[in-house]
Nanobody, 126 residues
Framework: QVRLVESGGGLVQAGGSLRLSCAAS????????MGWFRQAPGKEREFVAG????????NYSTSVKGRFTISAVYTKPTLYLQMDNLKPEDTAVYYC???????????????????WGQGTQVTVSA
């Protein structure tokens, strides 16, 4: 069992920055992929960024690549999402998730993830 607790959401103007945190507890994460997803009102939950805990390898959706950075402090353990140059279309509830890593690419589908946090609201005003 892995428990995930997000924090750091809020209201920011377009062009601004926020950093989300996801504190993890429970079983060891060394064999996990961890990811950030988001869900805007009336839309499906979508992949934002993922991190392979064992290697630090990361991947991003095309909509955030170059603006968002996923990282982790392994000793805490905590997952982060640094969001820069925010746009109104980034407004959503952001979720942290974890799953057992499989050979190959980092998991990007929500159905691949087993553990989820409660979500944190990010609102970007124009």
């Amino acid at each position: 069992q892995v428990r995930l607790v997000e924090s750091g959401g809020g209201l920011v103007q377009a062009g601004g920055s926020l950093r989300l945190s996801c504190a993890a507890s429970g079983r060891t994460l060394s064999s996990n992929d961890m990811g950030w997803f988001r869900q805007a009102p009336g839309k499906e939950r979508e992949f934002v960024a993922g991190l392979r805990w064992s290697s630090g390898e990361a991947n991003y959706s095309t909509s955030v690549k170059g603006r968002f950075t996923i990282s982790a402090v392994y000793t805490k353990p905590t997952l982060y999402l640094q969001m820069d140059n925010l746009k109104p279309e980034d407004t959503a509830v952001y979720y942290c998730a974890a799953t057992v890593a499989r050979i190959g690419i980092i998991a990007t589908r929500q159905y691949d993830y087993i553990y989820w946090g409660q979500g944190t609201q990010v609102t970007v005003s124009a």
